[in-house]
């Protein structure tokens, strides 16, 4: 593997992460955020692709191959924005990440094995967005049951990522995985909140999008150690 040629996706990575930032935050240029998005989600995807190709483990690697590519659509979908400033594509833009997170959750049951002790956590998190939901009067409507499942398989994401931690060596790229499921499961938890409770909608916007791109880079190069 060409160490320089890594050295510059990553680059190419923290640049794109920037350019997106910059969108997201001047007015002068937010018309540009749907490009400078799909370039961020394209730098991912390119190391994904890039690491695999080197994992000891290809079936893990194949799960997690589609499953960012199905990540960078869904970053596509949830950026296209309405006339009236709607997001146009929010289901479909969840139905893809949810595809994209079931398949990673089966990539890493491909190194660890699956355990029923990893249902216990989803479980505990949708119970407590439900009540957060109640809580601070938040309206899903008709995105009731589609934040729900969503937010029950990002959770298991996490816990299963813990499980196969725990239940495999301790190595770099193991340390990795866990650390992308960690900001995985925050970065949904903060995308939660910046899309249904409108009021903490600026501050939560940066820290969001720096989790969800710490996340994937993290997944990204734990391939390279797998």
């Not at 893809?96 to 049951?109: A, N, Q, Y």
């Not at 939560?204 to 880079?217: D, G, K, N, R, V």
Request: hydrophobic residues 50%; glycine residues 8%.
């Amino acid at each position: 593997m060409n160490q320089t040629f890594v050295i510059g996706i990553l680059i190419y990575y923290i640049l794109a992460f920037i350019i997106l930032e910059i969108t997201s935050l001047s007015v002068r240029w937010k018309k540009y955020r749907l490009y400078a998005k799909t370039a961020a989600s394209l730098g991912f995807v390119v190391m994904a692709f890039v690491s695999a190709s080197v994992c000891t483990c290809q079936e893990y690697a194949l799960c997690m191959r589609l499953g960012f590519l199905l990540c960078m659509i869904g970053d596509i979908q949830l950026a296209i924005t309405g006339t009236n400033g709607i997001k146009q594509y929010m289901k479909q833009g969840l139905l893809s990440f949810l595809f994209g997170h079931i398949l990673f959750i089966t990539g890493m049951c491909k190194l660890g094995g699956f355990s029923p002790v990893s249902l216990l956590f989803p479980l505990f998190y949708v119970g407590l967005m439900c009540f957060l939901v109640k809580k601070l009067r938040i309206s899903l409507g008709k995105m009731r049951y589609p934040v729900t499942a969503y937010s029950f398989f990002i959770s298991f994401m996490f816990s299963t990522g813990l499980v196969t931690w725990l239940r495999m060596e301790h190595t770099p790229g193991m340390r990795l995985l866990l650390l992308g499921t960690v900001f995985f499961l925050i970065s949904d938890t903060l995308l939660f909140f910046l899309y249904f409770y409108h009021g903490a909608k600026h501050r939560l916007q940066f820290s969001e999008t720096l989790t969800y791109y710490l996340a994937q880079i993290l997944l990204a190069s734990s391939l390279f150690m797998l």
